[in-house]
Every structure is written in C-alpha cells, then in structure tokens.
C-alpha cells in the first residue's frame, strides 16, 4: 500500500508559479512511475505529466502544459513534484499524484494503483 498526499496548491493570479509537492509514504516510492493528473469541474480527470521511477524518463501531456510544467522526483524523500509557470485560468483544476508499480509512467489514469487525495489550483484572470 503507498499513500499519496499533495500540497502545495492554492490560488494564484494568472502568469504565477506554483509547485506542487507529493509526498508517498512507501520506502519503495523508487519501485513507482509517478504522475500528475487534474480534474476540472464538469470534466474528465486528464494527464498532465509523468516520471518514471528513476526520474529519467518524463512525459507531459501536449500544448497544454508542455514548456511550462515540469515533473521531477527526489526518491530519497520520497516526493514528486510538479512545478507549472507561466498558470493560466485554464489552469484551473483539482490535482492528483498517482503511483504506478511499473518503470515508465502512462497518461492513461487506468493503470495507476494508487492515488492521493488532490489539492485545488485555482488560477484567476
């Protein structure tokens, strides 16, 4: 069992920064592909990012995110991180870490095993 917990959220003017934190409670996170998912309301959970789970590997969903959020890991404390710049209101969602017990990490939600409870990003114009 991995428990996942986000923070890091909030509410941000458009053009902000914010950094994302997930901590994973399982002194195997290394065994784990990791990604970041959101959800807006009203519509489906979508992939934002993955890393697999020697960081070596990244993967972001396309125009949307790409060139300002990156992924990154740090296996010793046991978190992934999402840093998203340049936010637009678009932006806007509930975000979710989930875990995967395989290398490389997938942009389908279907394959994730564990997931955190979210953290809302809000992003005013």
């Known amino acids: 069992q991995v428990q996942l917990v986000e923070s890091g959220g909030g509410l941000v003017q458009a053009g902000g920064s914010l950094r994302l934190s997930c901590a994973a409670s399982r002194r195997t996170f290394s065994n784990y592909a990791m990604g970041w998912f959101r959800q807006a309301p009203g519509k489906e959970r979508e992939f934002v990012a993955g890393i697999s789970w020697s960081g070596g590997s990244t993967s972001y969903a396309d125009s949307s995110v790409k060139g300002r959020f990156t992924i990154s890991r740090d296996n010793v404390k046991n978190t992934v991180y999402l840093q998203m710049n340049s936010l637009k209101p678009e932006d806007t969602a509930v975000y979710y870490c989930?875990?995967?017990?395989?290398?490389?990490?997938?942009?389908?939600?279907?394959?994730?095993?564990?997931w955190g409870q979210g953290t809302q990003v809000t992003v005013s114009s």
């Open positions: 989930a875990a995967k017990g395989t290398y490389h990490s997938d942009s389908s939600p279907i394959g994730f095993d564990y």
